[in-house]
């Protein structure tokens, strides 16, 4: 069963991928331009020869933002099944459709609200590229505690629920969550690389997009990969055990 599970994820994914590319490609990709016309202006006003493209711009806003896009959403989608197997009855109870969207809510939080807002998501061709790579270290360095966070923060809970009841419960678990993140986002080194002269409205508009991406990835698995296991799991109104 938990091979079907993940087959289905995998197209769940898919799915979702394709909802996720067309909000990049109508919100996000117009950002995107405005960043790049930004850095050509003021190469241009530096007197900066322009560097040649190892891809055009419109193979990557489209077939190359559509595969990278399927790629990872698919691939996603196959984790959030072997995720959700793991899972089932191990939460208290609730069914499929349930699981799955507590499952999206809270990989959303984890994996991308919170990094998001200790290191928010900038325009390609904006900021210091001599701190590329310490940014990207950061995002994921702190990606990776927020998941830790999350996993002390569950075991935790279950305990405190077992003791004090569910509300108690659920509130020691999300302000154990809460401690740890706000602890590391403080200790962890800030970087400002946006330009000073850098449209204040365009890095709103491409930060906004990006959560839009995300909320459109994240709450189609948790919508769609419900409804999809729950008939995997109970064809015919009989339980198929993972």
């Not at 659920?170 to 946006?194: D, K, M, R, S």
């Amino acid at each position: 069963m938990t091979g079907r599970l993940l087959v289905r994820g995998m197209l769940v994914g898919l799915i979702a991928g394709i909802l996720a590319f067309g909000f990049a490609k109508v919100f996000g990709e117009p950002q995107v331009d405005r960043a790049i016309a930004f850095e050509e202006g003021m190469a241009h006003m530096h007197g900066d020869a322009e560097e040649p493209e190892l891809v055009s711009r419109e193979v990557q806003s489209t077939f190359g933002l559509f595969t990278g896009v399927m790629v990872y959403s698919t691939a996603l989608g196959g984790l959030f099944a072997l995720v959700f197997a793991y899972s089932l009855g191990r939460i208290g109870k609730i069914g499929p459709r349930g699981l799955a969207a507590l499952l999206a809510l809270a990989a959303f939080v984890t994996v991308f609200l919170v990094p998001g807002l200790v290191y928010p998501p900038n325009p390609p061709s904006v900021g210091d590229p001599n701190t590329i790579g310490q940014r990207t270290k950061l995002f994921f360095l702190m990606i990776l505690v927020s998941v830790v966070a999350a996993v002390i923060a569950v075991n935790a809970g279950r305990k405190l629920i077992a003791r004090s009841g569910l509300w108690n419960g659920a509130i020691g678990g999300v302000a154990i969550y809460l401690a740890i993140v706000i602890v590391a986002a403080a200790l962890f080194p800030t970087i400002n690389e946006v330009p000073d002269n850098f449209s204040a409205v365009t890095l709103w508009k491409f930060r906004t997009a990006s959560l839009g991406i995300q909320i459109a990835l994240w709450g189609s698995l948790g919508l769609i990969f419900g409804p999809v296991a729950e008939r995997a799991l109970f064809p015919a109104g009989r339980l198929v055990r993972v």
